[in-house]
Every structure is written in structure tokens, then in C-alpha cells.
């Protein structure tokens, strides 16, 4: 259910509109289709990306976080800029549950980044939260990312991502007072939780902090950062092990007497004379996405890790 | 974990103190279906402090690893909407103890006492314990003392004690719970346990309430004509004849799990969403229930029982030829009364409850209907539905939402008028998964928020309001059956409420 090249921002409000009457054309109970809204998710890809795999992805965020999406493909070379709207509800395999999901596609060559901008800001829903995820790196190298940074409430990056903004430019976002995620972060949540626990009585002297390959991933320091934060009287250090797999992190050393260890899908640590597992399972980044959707305030601990980065 | 530097309240959950967990009636049914599966997910989503342990009693000879291996099948048969993680298992199942025991043998407690002091310096439980009574509801009292004498009810680190339903059988026997649990917990420990306030739906009503402004001004005898509260359930009992026969469905459902809903749906806002203000103001409601004389009770209740008849495409027999089941028995297997509650919002507001089993379908809602618009505007119109007023339907089961109806102007010439509804479903807007009652309530519980546990004086308040109800139904000749199963009750319970010129709504 798509319609080709509508530009006009109201034009494209139209179309969506249609689509939902479509949609909720009386099927003999007369019952009409209504959905619900949460916010805007505008989602900065580039035109490389599978368009089936990314939207999948996106669609699946819709059972936690109802959104108007829009998906802003930037690609190199010509003039272009176009746009499509769709609307649909399905069924996802396995699940009971229907959903429902607005979708607007824009296209856009790079050097037109600043129209599709112009399109997109008034297609926002109103009143709600507006966020932006940021996956392409053609913004980043053209250094456009000021240009994208009104349409959002919140950005949401991801620096294990190639060609994701540097500590140094989230530390600018930062300081300019945006509101910003890092789904490097993120995926940090259940081993802070866990590390807070356990923690929680200890006076922990050293901390070690084990990662694979020789330099560290984002991941393995803002844990650092994290912990140097919050536990300031401790000396916390990275610890890198060339065997093991390139910048992931593997275990957390606290003084003689913890070690977690971090293996696929959990967390294994002694707890007395016992042996414990804390499940964790992978985070997917549809998860990772739920998470840091679920609000649009200051992350007061990820911003304070990562000026402690920057500084 | 409030005060300590490593917390992040933006994400991280709650914190869970260390604690065990000793669940008497340990092989029963609410173990296996209910408890077991809820402690184990909420294992799975790390809600569970590392410090932790569960220890089962009950009368049937086992070891530690019998009771894993059995804990292990119900988890994976019962777990809902959630993967079953071996690994996650052989690591939660080390914190799985169990010990056979009679609850009115001294000994057990003292093997009690001693595999908790174990377990705490084991598993780094911080002394902390949960008794959690899943037994006969006449083991209760029993219990409570039997820890008390042993001294389990204090210790080092918290103890607290939760209390399945039934609370009594009436006024006097709860109050007598009361007295003998009380003779060792203090009130404060003791959590009473109503799972329906755990479900989410229910804990919506008050986000809805208090949440949204526009509500509050209508919420009152000004704009509201009635309410209608419904539990159906379209099964029988299930084997649970005999357990039954002896409640009924005004002890069963009406005296604890609609009394509470309706208390939620009319109870003044409270000051702050802390435990003991939002139940103060439960209570007053509660409280405020008018109780009726023997007279009101002929006019306003009526009790049913369920003969034979088609369900779902099937017959099915009468109650009184289910197992164990008197064949003259008078349990009401349906019940209907008109509830008033004496204070300024809602004087001369009808609140009817329902509820039965082997009703058409399994439906549990709360019909919220609105006073008719002033005057018909559209009185001449030819429009069947230009005076129907306003409905809001708050749906706790099957599909948990929330539905509005309201009169819309039909497309096209003319003033044709009709009903609409605007409907809002939880499980299609929010793909989340929703916690059981049981997660809910035990994470709670754990923690020390008390907020959807009832309290004593609730207790005694709901007994109260249902007493003369029971005093006259004890009286009463019967004649049973007066409904079809797979019907909506007796022709009696519609007559009830075309007293007041109302009908019940078919959900």
C-alpha cells in the first residue's frame, strides 16, 4: 500500500490519513480501526542498508513504542529527493497480537539532507516526543549532524557501529544540551545491574575490567567510565586479552575475591559457596532500541561516563 | 539501593532485597502453576537478588533434587509468554531447597529454623524471609503460631508472612485469623494476598483515575448512572467440587476479588501512591458500603446455581452432579448484588456485581454508565440510537483495555445518529509483556510495598458489607438449579435490576 513521489508535508499527511481509512474500511461489524502514538521515530539510514531488514527491525519496535516512522535513506551522487507513505497492520509470526505501524519513506541524495529535513520536521506527530536514530554514516563523514539535530528530542546512536559519531562528538551533543543515547550504553544495562548488586557492600579497591583485542570497545569504557564515576576511591583499569574476541567484553575482576565472568547469554559469578548465572541474553538492537525509547529525559549516569571520556 | 552511587533509576529495576522464600503447601497446585513459574521468570529478568533461596514444605517425603525435578516440569509446563532457559534453570534450581513436614508438628518449624540459618549463611540470604502460606486455608492460624512459638516471626533481617484467600468464611472467623496471627506478626508483616489486584489492568484503573484530569470532574453521582461489575467465567469447577461447596461464589469472588475492584473504581484519590494512602483510602470506601437489613438483602442479592446445559458446543452437568459435590447442595454458584455506598460521591449510585461460572464466556469487566445527555436534542430524528449514554468499559479479561461509547452523526444527508465505540486495547498498542499477578505481587512483597495487598480493616470492611448477605442465604429454601450452564444466571439477577429501570449489559 504505497504511493510514489508526495513532497508536500501536508500531501504527505493526506496520504497517511487514507491509508488508515483504508484500513479501518467497515468489515461488516462497522467497528472502526484506531491505533495508538507515542512519539516519532525518525530513523537517518544509508540507501546501502537492506531496506527490508532495517524495516523489520523498526516495525518490530512498534509493539512497545507505537510511533509515526519515518525513514530518511540518504544515498550519494544525484540530485534526489522523494518520498512514500504507507500504513499497515499485521500480525507478527508466533505472536497474537496485531500491529499497526505509519510508515513514511523519504529518499534523499546526501546534498539534499537539509530538504528531506525540511520535510520531515512537519511530519512529526504533535504534541508527542520526537526521536531520532541515527545509523547513517554519510551524515557523519559530510559532517551534517547539526542539520538533523532539530527534528529530534533525543538522538540515539551507536558507537560500535562503523562510521558512528566519535566520543568527541557525543561529548559536543552533550555540552550543546541534547538529550542523547548511545545504544553502546545500552547494551551495558543488565551487567550494571548486576555489578550494582553485587557491589552494593563491598569496598571495592581494584577493578579490573577484561575485554577482547587490544583496544578497548565503547562498551568496555564506559564501564570503566561508569565505575570510576560511581565508585571514585576505587582504581578502575582495562584490561585487554589479544586471544580472546576483538573488543568484547568477557569479565569483571573486583579485588582477589569476584570475578564475573560474562559468557554468551549471561553472567556467571560466585556468590558464597555457590556458583551463580544471571541470564542476559544478547541484546538484540530492536531490544537495545525498546530500552532507550522508553524515555526522553537526561541520562544523568551515561552522561556523566562519558564526560568523564571526554575530559 | 537508593543511597548507593552505583544505582541508575532511569534503568535499572527496583531492588530486591536477598531474601528466602518458604512457601508451605510447597507440592500443591498454586505452587506449581502459579508461585514456581512467577519466581522463576522473574529469575529470568534478573529481578532476584543474588542473595536468594526457596524453601518448600509439605507433607509428601522428598529430597532436594525430587522437589527441583519436580519444580522443573511445572515451570516448564506453566511458564507463560516466556522462554525456558536450561541454563538459567540449573542455576536457579541450586536455590531450591525442600523439607517434608505436618504443620502441626513443633519439629518441623525447629528444621525450619535450621535450614534458614543455613540458607542465609549459604546463599547470603541477609536473614531475610518470606513465609508464603499456600496451604488449607484452616493451616493458616496454625502456622502463623506454629512460627511464632519457634521464633521465625523475627529475626535478623525482615520476616514477613503472605496470606492466600480465603480471609475467613465470615466476619468472625477473619477476625479470629486475625487475632491469632497478629498474637505473633505484626501487621505490617502480614501481606494478604488478592491476586486480582495484582493484574495489571487492575492497577490501570488507578493510572487511568488519577493519572488524567478529565475524568475526576464526571467521576460522581452527577454524571454517573450506575456500574456494572462483571467476573464471568465459563468454566465450572473444575474439580474443585468439594473446595467449593463450602465457599461459593459470593466467598469466593463477590466478599474479596469485586469488593477490591470496586473499591479501586470508587475510592477517593489518595494523597501519595504510598502503600498505606492508597489502602487508607480503599478501606474508607470499603467502609462506606451501605449494609443492608434482611429486607435490602431480598431486593438486592441474588444467589444462582447452574443446572445442565451447552457450553461452548458441549453439554455439561449440573453442579450438583460434579465430583464431590452434595447432590442437594444450595452453594450459589452465581451471585448478583446491588452494592450502595453511603458517602457524598456516590449516594444512591447502584453498584451491581455478578458473577458465576459456566456464564457464555470468561469476561471480567467494569461498565462505567453514564447519565443521559439533558435533554434529546434528536428526539425527533429518526436515529434508534440518539439517547443511548455513555459507556466506558474498563476490560480486565480477556483482552485487557479500555473501550468509550459515544453517539456519532452517521455519514450522509439527514441527522441519523448511532452508537460508536472507541476502543483502546492494552495488548494491541503495547506489544510489552504484561507481568502476572503472582510476579507482581511477590516482587512486592519482597520488597515491602504492601499497595495491593488488603489490609485488615479492609478485610473486615468486605466481610461486613457481604455478612447479612451469607446470614440470609443460610436461611433461605433454595431451588436449585435456576440457571441453564452457558447461560447469564437466573431471571431473578435481570429482575434485580429492573427494580431501577436498568439491564444488565451482555459483555
Known amino acids: 500500500m504505497a504511493t510514489a513521489e508526495a513532497l508536500r508535508p501536508d500531501e504527505i499527511l493526506k496520504q497517511l490519513a487514507a491509508h488508515w481509512l483504508d484500513l479501518g474500511e467497515p468489515d461488516g461489524d462497522g467497528d472502526a480501526l484506531l491505533r495508538a502514538c507515542s512519539m516519532t521515530l525518525t530513523c537517518f539510514a544509508d540507501d546501502e542498508e537492506d531496506a527490508s531488514t532495517l524495516n523489520a527491525m523498526l516495525a518490530s519496535l512498534m509493539r512497545e513504542h507505537p510511533s509515526r516512522l519515518i525513514v530518511v535513506r540518504l544515498k550519494d551522487g544525484e540530485d534526489e529527493l522523494s518520498a512514500r507513505v504507507s500504513a499497515q497492520c499485521w500480525k507478527p509470526f508466533g505472536h497474537q497480537q496485531q500491529i499497526c505501524c505509519e510508515y513514511v519513506e523519504v529518499t534523499a541524495s546526501i546534498n539534499r539532507l537539509a530538504d528531506a529535513a525540511s520535510i520531515v520536521a512537519p511530519l512529526a506527530a504533535p504534541d508527542l516526543p520526537r526521536v531520532t536514530l541515527l545509523r547513517s554514516s554519510r551524515i557523519v563523514r559530510a559532517g551534517a549532524l547539526r542539520k538533523v539535530l532539530p527534528l529530534g528530542d533525543k538522538i540515539i546512536v551507536d558507537s560500535r557501529r562503523t562510521g558512528a559519531p566519535g566520543f568527541g562528538e557525543l561529548g559536543g551533543l552533550l555540552d550543546a544540551g541534547h538529550i542523547t543515547g548511545d545504544l553502546a550504553w545500552t547494551r551495558l544495562t543488565p551487567i550494571r545491574a548486576l555489578l550494582a548488586q553485587l557491589l552494593e557492600k563491598r569496598q571495592a579497591r581494584m577493578i579490573t575490567i577484561e575485554y577482547g583485542g587490544r583496544e578497548a570497545g565503547p562498551e568496555a569504557r564506559y564501564l570503566q567510565a561508569w565505575l570510576q564515576t560511581a565508585l571514585p576511591d576505587a582504581n578502575v583499569t582495562l584490561r585487554g586479552n589479544a586471544g580472546a574476541e576483538r573488543g568484547c567484553l568477557f569479565g569483571v575482576r573486583v579485588d582477589d575475591d569476584l570475578y564475573m565472568r560474562l559468557c554468551r547469554g549471561g553472567a556467571e559469578y560466585e556468590i558464597g559457596s555457590m556458583k551463580q548465572r544471571a541470564s542476559m541474553p544478547p541484546g538484540t538492537e530492536e531490544q537495545l532500541l525498546n530500552e532507550e525509547l522508553g524515555f526522553v529525559v537526561h541520562d544523568r549516569a551515561f552522561e556523566r561516563a562519558l564526560n568523564h571520556i571526554t575530559a | 539501593m537508593a543511597d548507593s552511587p552505583l544505582h541508575d533509576p532511569l534503568r535499572f529495576h527496583r531492588k530486591t532485597p536477598p531474601c528466602a522464600v518458604v512457601i508451605f503447601g510447597a507440592n500443591g497446585d498454586l505452587t506449581k502453576r502459579k508461585l ?166 487492575v492497577q490501570n484503573i488507578m493510572a487511568f483515575r488519577f493519572g488524567n484530569g478529565i475524568f475526576e470532574p464526571l467521576w460522581n453521582r452527577r454524571y454517573i448512572d450506575h456500574v456494572q461489575i462483571t467476573a464471568a467465567e465459563s468454566i465450572g469447577v473444575e474439580g474443585r467440587g468439594a473446595y467449593y461447596q463450602e465457599a461459593g461464589a459470593l466467598r469466593d469472588m463477590i466478599q474479596n476479588h469485586l469488593l477490591q475492584v470496586m473499591a479501586t473504581i470508587a475510592m477517593e484519590p489518595s494523597a501519595t501512591f504510598s502503600s498505606d494512602a492508597v489502602r487508607d483510602e480503599r478501606s474508607k470506601l470499603l467502609r462506606s458500603v451501605h449494609i443492608m437489613t434482611q429486607q435490602e438483602v431480598e431486593e438486592n442479592a441474588v444467589a444462582g446455581q447452574f443446572g445442565p446445559g451447552r457450553v461452548g458446543g458441549q453439554q455439561v452437568a449440573g453442579f450438583r452432579m460434579e465430583n464431590g459435590v452434595n447432590p442437594e447442595s444450595v452453594t450459589p454458584t452465581y451471585a448478583a448484588a446491588t452494592f450502595l455506598v453511603d458517602n457524598w460521591r456516590w449516594a444512591d449510585v447502584p453498584f451491581y456485581i455478578r458473577t458465576g461460572k459456566y456464564m457464555p464466556k470468561r469476561v471480567s469487566e467494569i461498565a462505567i454508565h453514564f447519565r443521559s445527555a439533558p435533554l434529546s436534542v434528536f428526539h425527533n430524528t429518526d436515529s434508534p440510537g440518539a439517547s443511548a449514554p455513555n459507556l466506558l468499559i474498563l476490560r480486565i479479561q480477556p483482552e485487557e483495555g479500555i473501550s468509550l461509547k459515544f453517539v456519532s452523526k452517521r455519514p450522509g444527508a439527514g441527522m441519523m445518529l448511532r452508537p460508536v465505540s472507541m476502543d483502546f486495547n492494552y495488548g494491541a498498542s503495547f506489544g510489552e509483556r504484561s507481568p502476572s499477578a503472582y510476579e507482581t505481587l511477590l516482587l512486592d512483597a519482597i520488597v515491602g510495598d504492601a499497595t495491593l495487598y488488603t489490609r485488615q480493616d479492609m478485610v473486615e470492611a468486605s466481610w461486613r458489607a457481604v455478612q447479612p448477605i451469607l446470614d440470609v442465604w443460610a436461611t433461605k429454601n433454595f431451588t436449585f438449579p435456576n440457571y441453564a450452564a452457558g447461560t447469564w444466571g437466573p431471571a431473578e439477577a435481570d429482575a434485580m435490576l429492573a427494580r431501577r429501570g436498568h439491564t444488565w449489559r451482555r459483555p
Do not use: C
Not at chain 2, 529454623?113 to 496454625?142: C, H, I, M, W
Not at chain 2, 501481606?191 to 495484582?198: A, F, K, M, S, V
Open chain 2, 36 to 201: 514456581m513459574p512467577a519466581l522463576y521468570r522473574l529469575a529470568y529478568e534478573g529481578r532476584l537478588a543474588p542473595g536468594f533461596a526457596v524453601i518448600g514444605i509439605s507433607r509428601t517425603a522428598m529430597s532436594d533434587d525430587d522437589f527441583r525435578s519436580r519444580m522443573k516440569e511445572s515451570v516448564s509446563k506453566f511458564l507463560e509468554d516466556s522462554p525456558f532457559d536450561e541454563d538459567l534453570w540449573r542455576s536457579f534450581a541450586q536455590s531450591l531447597f525442600y523439607l517434608a513436614g505436618d504443620v502441626g508438628d513443633p519439629a518441623s518449624y525447629q528444621r525450619i529454623a535450621a535450614t534458614l540459618q543455613k540458607t542465609e549463611k549459604d546463599r547470603e540470604t541477609a536473614g531475610n524471609v518470606l513465609f508464603y502460606l499456600s496451604t488449607q486455608p484452616s493451616q493458616y492460624a496454625e502456622i502463623a503460631e506454629g512460627l511464632g512459638r519457634a521464633g521465625l516471626a523475627k529475626g535478623q533481617g525482615w520476616r514477613r508472612i503472605i496470606i492466600e484467600k480465603p480471609f475467613g468464611h465470615d466476619l468472625a472467623s477473619a477476625r479470629e485469623l486475625d487475632v491469632r496471627i497478629h498474637a505473633h506478626f505484626e501487621e505490617e508483616q502480614v501481606y494478604r494476598i488478592d491476586h486480582y489486584l495484582g493484574k495489571e489492568t
